[in-house]
């Protein structure tokens, strides 16, 4: 850094510290800028960093690390995003419904921050004229997703960064009523409108600009939580699967999910629930695990050591601020416990969600209006990176079936939507009550589905297992590769365009799609997707919120019995491992 670069980098810094409404962030800005002009080269680093550029608003929103400058999540910054948003929610229903009040409902975690944040938020709103309501604790993001189609609001804000470390902190934003058509109404934002809507924060003028309301909107009573428990508890249909008898443990991991998630599985039925003490509590700090990321390794040890001691028959985890669920149970193939694969959920989910629709019968409870009017109506969905077995589950059974781009802002906006995930732990089992994934309601289905196995003296791994017998025992894996320069992920996507392998794990590659192109069915995403002989199936892309290269596998092998699923099973990872050496190879690793 030049002598000149160093000297306007400090004055931006004195300039930010001068105007932080944050006292706190303003003396750790001050003491960062001190060292930095001591010398220190960390102090230095840090505060480039944090002045480096502006926090881009985007289909996910705002997410990073906590701290001063306009590249860290702060009360500067959000109040920037909340006036913005307003501008946009004030004419997107003044064009829309002119004459109409805009509505809008704001949410919060846990996290450090967040209930400021949200407060801020719901004064900038109020300011601007919107009808604000907020919600009236810490609560899981589904329920903000819920509160914005129960309470009919144009758009919500959920302030949390949902699994990511500690330090950080997140902006997630939905849209509804008037601001956005159809089967988008309740869910995250997509193309156009996160353009549209940071185009607004852009331009936002000075700070001091920004008005906030004293007071004036709306802190919502407890009710809405009691009235999110009650319809997910409602999923439950107890008609046709009547055992309730099912051991859980539960952890929220340190987030906001527990007192909810237990009340709503005991209202479900579900009496015996253990929460993993040591993280039954919501703590931003998050001391129990490394990263609050069920996926983690790690992250589920003392959950697992819960479920030996109560000699528990499933493990329950939600993420921290509850929007996605993970599962593990004791595998009778090893006798030992091990967290179920997104891909393994998510078909175990959608063949229940088949049995509560079989025709012939009642709606199922919570099952969506446009997808009970009979066999074939409604579709399944799930993301392109997620497994081929839910889509032969689907027509199998009459559904439709998408795949979608990944995130789930793409998944709940499927016309006629009845079930939908992503291979990351994401659910949508009742699109109609939360049209985004939700790890609360996902677990009653789960638990509804894992006693109903029990019943009949089988495991999940039963009924996995009769789902490969009849579709083929489907396999998956995944590789990523962490870089420290973004200039990397171009250079690999580049080499596979330029040199296209011409086979994976000795089966041919018959079908090359780049994703990037689009078509009929997908926007643009910068992808590759390689389809061999054998239906092994490739798919390569940049992650969209971390600097990795992600690849995802998986191959399909027909068994004809029960005695060849061990073999297969073998086989199936021996393929699996040649593919990856295959992938690695192509990439230049």
């Known amino acids: 850094m030049t002598s000149s670069d160093a000297a306007s ?22 003491e960062l800028l001190q060292l930095a002009e001591e010398g220190s080269p960390a102090a230095s680093q840090e505060l480039a960093d944090s002045f480096s550029g502006t926090l881009q608003f985007g289909t996910a929103g705002l997410r990073a690390a906590l701290g001063a400058g306009p590249n860290r ?17 004030v ?52 329920l903000l997703a819920f509160a914005v189609r129960a309470l009919d609001c144009d758009g919500g804000v959920m302030v949390t960064a949902s699994h990511n470390p500690p330090q950080d902190n997140g902006y997630k934003v939905y849209l509804g009523r008037h601001a956005v058509e159809g089967s988008g109404r309740g869910a995250q934002i997509v193309a156009p409108h996160d353009a549209r809507i940071a185009a607004r924060i852009d331009a936002v003028g000075a700070l001091e600009s920004i008005t906030l309301a004293a007071d004036g909107w709306t802190v919502l009573e407890p009710s809405v939580a009691a009235e999110y428990e009650r319809a997910t508890a409602a999923l439950a249909d107890a008609a046709r699967f009547p055992s309730r008898d099912l051991r859980i443990v539960l952890t929220p991991m340190h987030g906001v999910g527990g007192e909810t998630a237990v009340a709503v599985l005991n209202a479900a039925g579900f009496a015996d629930v253990t929460l993993v003490a040591e993280q039954a509590e919501p703590d931003p700090d998050f001391p129990t695990v490394n990263f609050p990321n069920p996926e983690e390794p790690g992250a589920l040890d003392l959950a697992l050591e819960t479920a030996a001691r109560v000699d528990a028959d499933i493990v329950l985890a939600n993420d921290p601020d509850a929007d996605r669920v993970a599962v593990a149970a004791k595998d009778p193939y090893t006798g030992a416990w091990r967290m179920l694969r997104g891909d393994e959920v998510g078909a175990l989910l959608g063949a229940h969600i088949v049995a509560r629709l079989e025709p012939g019968t009642d709606q199922a409870p919570g099952i969506a209006d446009e997808a009970a009017s009979g066999e074939g109506a409604g579709v399944f969905a799930n993301s392109i990176v997620s497994s081929r077995l839910l889509s032969r589950i689907a027509a199998a059974a009459g559904y439709a079936h998408e795949e979608t781009l990944t995130g789930f802002k793409w998944i709940s906006r499927v016309p006629g939507l009845v079930y939908g995930y992503e291979e990351a732990l994401g659910y949508c089992v009742a699109p109609d009550l939360v049209r985004d994934k939700d790890g609360i309601s996902a677990a009653v289905l789960i638990a509804e ?24 025992l489907h396999a998956g894996d995944q590789l990523s590769i962490r870089v420290a320069d973004l200039g990397l992920l171009d250079a690999m996507m580049n080499r596979l365009r330029v040199s296209p392998p011409d086979s994976f794990g000795s089966s041919a590659v018959e079908t090359f799609v780049d994703l990037a192109e689009g078509s009929e069915h997908l926007p643009p995403t910068d992808g590759l997707l390689y389809l061999t002989r054998d239906e092994t199936r490739v798919i390569i892309r940049p992650s969209g919120t971390e600097p990795k290269l992600k690849c995802y596998l998986e191959v399909i092998l027909p068994v004809e019995s029960a ?11 021996t393929a699996l491992d040649t593919v990856l050496d295959d992938v690695r190879e192509a990439l230049g690793l």
């Open 91 to 142: 004419d997107a229903v003044g064009k829309a419904a002119p004459g109409t009040r805009p509505r809008a409902v704001v949410g919060y975690d846990a996290r450090h921050n967040s209930d400021i944040f949200a407060e801020e938020t719901a004064a900038i709103f109020t300011a601007a004229g919107i009808e604000t309501f907020l919600m009236p604790s810490a609560l899981p993001t589904p």
């Open 73 to 89: 999540m702060n009360r500067v910054v959000v109040r920037r995003a909340a006036a913005g948003l307003a501008d946009f929610l």
């Open 563 to 573: 005695a060849e699923l061990p073999e297969a099973r073998q086989a199936a990872r």
């Open 9 to 30: 980098l400090f004055s931006r810094a004195r300039e930010w510290a001068a105007k932080d409404p944050d006292p706190a962030t303003a003396a750790e800005l001050t």
């Open 449 to 472: 589905m894992a006693a109903a196995a029990k019943a009949d003296g089988k495991t999940v791994f039963d009924t996995l297992d009769e789902l490969y017998l009849q579709h083929g």
